[in-house]
């Protein structure tokens, strides 16, 4: 019992050491010019998956530190209008697939596993299935369909 304890407590100080300086790097990021440049440079590779340049920023901060905190970009955009559905259901697809590189790829890491191997399988997997989504023939927007109404309905 004492040993899944300590084993348990030392998990817990593996994943706060890797996601705490993560949060605050991302933080201090955002606050740089070279953010928003950085941000433009990436437009030409994701453009071809189907992503607007809007849809950048929610789907790198999902892609680096995960799912929770890139719902927490995702949403406040689609409520104000910057995203429509399709947009969000495009980044939503690849994070479900490819979200939290940097912390979950560290923890499989730490566990034993081989960092190469799972961001290369991760990231093939997203950018074809979401390739694929985006060439799905999408029905067109009515407008009780966009923006997402702030009541949080789909």
Known sequence: MIEIGTGLWGLMLKIFLIVMPLIILLEWARSQPWFDRAIQSAIPVFRPMGFRPQALFPLLTGV???????????????????LDRRQIFLVGA??????????????????????????????????????LLARLPWPAATPEMSPVSPEGSV
């Open 64 to 82: 680096i530190f995960g799912i929770a905190y890139g719902a927490g970009v995702l949403i406040p955009q689609g409520q104000s209008g910057d």
């Open 94 to 131: 690849f994070l479900c697939i490819c979200h939290a590189i940097i912390e979950d790829t560290l923890l499989f890491v730490a566990l034993g596993g081989s960092g190469w191997i799972i961001l290369t399988a991760r990231f093939a997997v997203a950018i074809a299935v979401v390739w």
